[in-house]
Nanobody, 120 residues
Framework: QVLLVESGGGLVQAGGSLRLSCAAS????????MGWFRQVPGKERDFVAV??????YYADSVKGRFTLSRDNAEKTLFLQMNMLEPEDTAAYYC???????????????WGQGTQVTVSS
């Protein structure tokens, strides 16, 4: 059974930073593209960033501000978020990622997420 546990969210002022972590279990972590998504209530879950075969891709909205990293030995995924903006307010989720021609999809059941709230 795959288990994804996100942590590190919180309340921060605009311009501040947070570092999210995602502890994964029940999967061969190093074999998967792993990524972050975020969701605002009432909207679809959006792609944020993915690490795949030594390459990292970011949504345009976070490029230059967010940095994804991973520790395959510890099966942990990280997201360093700098220069946060109120528009970054969302629940953040990690998952193994499947890239389709038009989107990125999460492969496994979603964890509980971690809430990030950025005040203006």
């Amino acid at each position: 059974q795959v288990l994804l546990v996100e942590s590190g969210g919180g309340l921060v002022q605009a311009g501040g930073s947070l570092r999210l972590s995602c502890a994964a279990s029940g999967l061969s972590f190093s074999s998967y593209a792993m990524g972050w998504f975020r969701q605002v209530p009432g909207k679809e879950r959006d792609f944020v960033a993915v690490s795949h075969e030594d390459k990292i891709y970011y949504a345009d909205s976070v490029k230059g501000r967010f940095t994804l990293s991973r520790d395959n030995a510890e099966k942990t995924l990280f997201l360093q978020m700098n220069m946060l903006e109120p528009e970054d307010t969302a629940a953040y989720y990690c998952n193994a990622v499947l890239k389709t021609p038009h989107s990125y999809l999460g492969l496994f059941p979603w964890g509980q997420g971690t809430q990030v709230t950025v005040s203006s």
